[in-house]
């Protein structure tokens, strides 16, 4: 697996960038983190995107997948439940993050996203 690519203005990723989780769900950014190594990668790969910009923000947008964008509607929009029949999983759009995982096995569909970012 790839574990970053970037435009200009956007930084794709799995589920998040490597930095450091501490307690309480909180992220701390770490500045060096494209040169971190495997074992922080693969961690960063399953951290909750959303969670992670509330705290870590990135010196870009991250697009993620990897946790259903109806945590973000749901917790911080307060729009409808994760995953009831009112939950929303269009992407997400929040400071720093967009989550694009519309948790496929459940809804059936997956999210697109266009993204005009110079040359790509």
């Not at 930084?11 to 040169?35: A, D, K, L, M």
């Not at 917790?75 to 967009?98: C, M, Q, R, S």
Request: aromatic share 14%; glycine share 10%; proline share 2%.
């Amino acid at each position: 697996m790839l574990d970053y690519w970037e435009t200009e203005h956007y930084i794709f990723t799995h589920g998040w960038i490597p930095c450091v989780e501490e307690r309480g769900g909180q992220f701390s950014y770490i500045g060096n983190w494209r040169e971190a190594d495997e074992t922080a990668w693969k961690k960063a790969r399953w951290y909750n995107g959303m969670m992670a910009a509330k705290t870590a923000r990135a010196d870009k947008t991250v697009v993620c997948g990897h946790w259903h964008a109806s945590f973000g509607h749901s917790n911080f929009e307060h729009k409808g439940t994760e995953l009831g029949e009112d939950a929303d999983f269009t992407p997400y759009h929040g400071k720093g993050v967009i989550a694009i995982d519309a948790c496929t096995a459940h809804t059936g569909f997956v999210n697109c996203l266009v993204i005009d970012d110079g040359d790509v």
